[in-house]
């Protein structure tokens, strides 16, 4: 059985929600046999709205609720079916809660005639069977059913939940993952003590919550924290001492109360904690960095999003759970510190230790966007639009931060106006982090980079420039999308990660338009359509029920698809503000607030425009709420013009086709009417063919922009990828590219092409290898040979050279090979006075890796290196080395962290993989080393799924395919459930599929 299938969860669809939930995946020492020795344990009183269990209708009757359609691997799951109706059974509130469920098993009618003898006897031996069954899981040891067996036989009385033990050895009152709503955290006043020697810190939390309902447990999140007191007050009474249990497993604490809390009751929880400072990238974290007089030199920061703000402070770690904080921090006199809002006060506790106190929150915030840094930064400031804008960096790189303030007060203006909702915080801090694992995160008011996210030197070039400003416009967006207005939970993420990745890019066309942007946003939803083509796939809005699941929601389906659907509805909404006009009512009406999917398209669809009025919501919810996208056909016979359309779905084996279809907004122009966005028509194709009327005198247009071009090329291998269309027909549209200047389609032809070349080279098929080198250097030997090797202005100039020499001379194109090795040689005997153009380094750092004299060289300019852009190229260039022992070197030294931080380890890996002497030890280090990544890097994490891809994408044969099977199947509960490791072994596949189909038309073609 494969064990990457989710059909073993259809067997479980009968059970009961509880059971499923919380009995079925505990391990046996953590579960109490309520159902083998009940007396042990007290009576349960009647349960909180909370744990009403609702369970879910038969798969049968919700695919008949979808319109018959079958489901995939990952929809077999009665709640993802219940998701795509639009239903929600988790957590719901007892306000939309029946005390009655209707899929409670109804009594059979009475029948008034006899049964004959041999009825009687069937029957008989059916109930006998019936009973030793019953008996067996009765007395089954380690049983985990409830009492009374699966079902309670009244139905208005609720299932007992199977409650797991704590670490005391008492039972705890919770067993489900998602936090109960009994109570809502209203304030948090957190004091923390991080010693920088020693690694620890201690800390005292005081959360003021108000009571939901009526409840006896304070339920919360906790990780890692040894809790020395805790004391508890209702109202206005008396503090008193309470015992905290806690259930590690779900990284959970939890207060017992004998009476009830009433609802309305406020309470205040006290907690005062030690723990270690993270040694990951996560929670509240120790980092470092040396100082240009080669000093080591210790830091803290923090890292909470999605699921580590418990692993500073005991809290409620989920988004909807919004609060206000407050923050002090103990600091030596060498330190500095900084959180979300400015500093209040700084108060001497002795001639060692200061305490900086900032002013509470001015808005509600979740969890994972509290934030704090104790360092000895420098910043520079401006103020704009009443908010004082700075920029923080180790003090030697001070130098590198003018660029990210001016780009950073540029779009905090833009964004006050196109939203037309001020930024509401007093100060808005960009900080660079030395060991900092994400791109960055957007902390409210502290928000928080990579250095080679944030910094660039004077001489940068303008595509360098170009990577810190599309990170910044990011971060930025996402300070009204995601912090003022947040998912209520991470199935939505994409509200947050879609609508900053379309600002970004849509800001950047606006505010700094010399950047280009365009280009790379086409690049990115390509990358899109190629993840969401896999059965592997998943919905943009999907159910999210473990951690690991939470994880993995962080991929190109949140962000660039997500941004792909919103720049589609903006196109086809008529007027020119409709979208915009949508967009700012959703930011206003639910300003700080959780929102869902629905609610957006609600607001969207609420504007009122002077023309026809679109669905908004009817038309979007085809787009989130299942996964892929459409293939779409058009065709004509006379006047009449056909579209029909079909799932898009690479992988036809191991999967159910299923009749989804979308709304799709199609746009047409003809030669009747020019190019102008006025005489585009729109047609919406709602079924799955529909035809439309156009007069016979009309001729297609033979104009196409370089987007149409290159969306041509990435659209005829996608088909030739599922077998629409045969490579032949990919090579007859090439054949126009000697004749292509633009960036776009060059670059995507290139990347395809590399592709596969990279699957023939790890084949090898040396023979075809050779072919393939020619077949390229045919189409664009010429251009390639145009380049010049000085400073270019022009962004789109930077990447069409960056990728036509960077493939050139990783086809050992003489020429390319030549000027690189001068280029470099240039660069060392300069001394530091000739820097090599930034578009330009990657080629020349990759080419001097290839050298046994030039690799030690290049190894020291990284260990010495300042510009961090710079620094980054110079390690994948290490990287591409193809000496094995210098490969296994800086493998270990990466996962070591010494001299390569651990953070590149995902970079490093990839730039291995690329060779054809280091595939196959990335590999084996991968297999050797999970559990040490897995530690660094979260399961499911982006940087796992990075890791996952880059070692498995270029695999295509069956050994390969049964090796990496075997190896994810081994892992359990360390990864094998991951979707990255669906998607591998789908990927693994698809190429065996290409090259047993291609290969024989490969050999005679090329």
Known sequence: MDPFDSNSTGERANLPRNMIENSMFEEEPDVVDLAKDSAAFPTFPALDPDEVAYEPRSSRLLVRGLGENDMDEDEEDCESSARLLGMSFMNRS???????????????????????????????????????????????PGCTFTKTGCRKPNKTTPFEPVYPVSTNGELFPWAQYRLPQSLHPLSYNITLSPNLDSMTFTGCTVITMIVQHNTKRIVLHSAGHNITKATFKL??????????????PKQQIAVKFSEELKAGQTCVLTLD???NLSHTYDGFYNSSYTDKDGNKRVLAATQFEPLSARKAFPCFDEPAFKATFLIKIKRKPAYMTLSNMPKAQTTKLSDDLFQDEFEKTSVNMSTYLVAFVVADFTPISKNVSETLVSVYSVPEKKEHTDYALDTATKLLEFYNNFFEITYPLKKLDLVAI???????????????????????????????????????????????????????????????????????????QTVLPKLDIGNLFLAVRFRALDKDALNSSHAVSTEVNTPEQVEEMFDSVSYEKGASILLMLNASLPGDQQFRKGIMLYLKTFSGLNTDTDNLWNSLTQVEVPTQHLNVSKMMSSWTSQKGFPLVTVSRKGD???????????????????????????TYVNDSCSLDPRCRQLVTLETKSESFKLPESVKWLNVLTHEDRASLIHNIFALSRLGRVSFQHVLNLLNYMPNETETSPVTEALLQLNNIYQLLDKRQEQYLVARMKNYIMSLFGSLMDNQTWTEEESVSKQELRSALLETACGLKRINCIKKAKALFKQYVESNGTFRIPGDLQQVVFSVAAQSDEDWPILLNKYGHATYDSEKRKMLRGLASTQDVRRIVWILKAGLKGDPIQTQELPLVISAICNGFAGYLF??????????????????????????VKSATSQFSTKAHLDQVQGFFSSLKERGSQMRSAREALETIRLNQRWMDNNLPMLQRYL
């Open 273 to 275: 904690y030690s723990a």
């Open 922 to 947: 990335a590999w084996d280090f991968i297999q050797e080393n999970w559990d040490s990544l897995i530690e660094k890097f979260h399961v499911g994490s982006f940087a796992i799924q990075t890791i």
């Open 434 to 508: 030395p060991d900092f694992l994400a791109g960055a995160m957007e902390n409210w008011g502290l928000i928080t980079f990579r250095e080679t996210s944030l910094l660039v030197g004077k001489q940068s070039s303008t595509l360098e420039k170009q990577v810190v400003a599309s990170v910044i416009a990011h971060e930025l967006a996402h300070q009204w999308f995601g912090n003022l207005v947040t998912m209520s939970w991470w199935n939505d993420l994409w509200l947050n990660e879609g609508f900053a990745t379309y600002m970004q890019y849509m800001s950047l």
């Open 94 to 140: 007892s306000a939309h809660r029946s005390s009655s469920s209707p899929y409670t098993r109804q009594a059979p009618p009475r029948s008034c005639s006899r049964p004959s003898a041999r009825t009687m006897v069937v029957c008989v031996l059916f109930l006998v069977i019936v009973a030793s069954m019953t008996m067996v899981l009765y007395f089954l």
């Open 640 to 666: 009449e013009v056909t579209l029909t359309q079909e799932h898009f779905l690479l992988t036809s084996e191991n999967a159910t086709r299923t009749s989804s279809l979308w709304n799709i907004p199609v």
């Open 235 to 248: 109202g206005e009474g008396e503090a008193r001492d309470v015992t905290v249990l806690e259930y590690k």
